[in-house]
């Protein structure tokens, strides 16, 4: 039986990983994580325009001079701290690069005023709702058909009182 390379879970040192603002020259290894990762992958100019107007918050993980991860965070007017997107590149999964980009994007949300942290999640992505639960984020609404194939999205709160007692 052949195993292809996406298959093969690399082992990664958390401490060789940096976590740094996205760059333009990051956008490819980004759209190819968010290929990767999505069905309904955000279009390239989403990530450009993002990129420009929230440059603090659109950070990547990088290892051995590679991208493979990325968060995409914006502080909305109503001082909700908005994780829009996060992947972790499949071969990299279960390194706790997924919790060290969300850990930085969290912290400088906070810097810039957020109170809660807000999220959707697709209600079949079990994983990725265990991960946030584990960060202190609690399922407050069932959006209906939110995504164009009509999954359910949950909206999930981090409130950051809770964050900085944690
Ligand atoms: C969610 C995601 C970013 C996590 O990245 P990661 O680097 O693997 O995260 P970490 O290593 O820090 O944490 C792994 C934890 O995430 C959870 N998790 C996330 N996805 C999981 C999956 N597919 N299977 C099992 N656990 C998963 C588990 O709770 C796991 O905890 P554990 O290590 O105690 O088992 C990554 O799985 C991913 O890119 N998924 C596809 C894109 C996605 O669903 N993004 C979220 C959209 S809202």
């Known amino acids: 039986m052949s195993v292809s390379a996406r298959e093969v879970k690399a082992k990664v040192p958390l401490a060789l990983v940096t976590i740094r603002p996205a760059r ?56 909700e701290g908005h994780i829009m997107s996060i992947a972790v590149d499949s071969a990299y999964r279960g390194n706790g690069i997924g919790s060290a980009l969300l850990t930085e994007a969290i912290e400088r949300l906070i810097e810039r005023g957020a109170r809660y942290i807000g999220l959707e999640v697709r209600v079949s992505n079990e994983g990725a709702i265990r991960l946030y639960e584990r960060f202190g984020f609690k399922k407050v609404k069932r959006i209906i058909g939110y995504y164009s194939d009509g999954e359910d999205a949950y909206y999930m709160l981090l409130p950051v009182e809770e964050w900085r007692g944690s």
């Open 24 to 79: 333009l020259f990051d956008i490819n290894e980004i759209m190819r994580i968010e290929r990767e990762s999505f069905r309904e992958a955000y279009p390239r100019g989403i990530f450009l325009v993002f990129l420009e107007n929230n440059p603090d918050t659109f950070l990547v993980a990088e290892y051995n001079g590679k991208v493979v991860g990325y968060v995409m965070a914006y502080l909305r007017p109503d001082l």
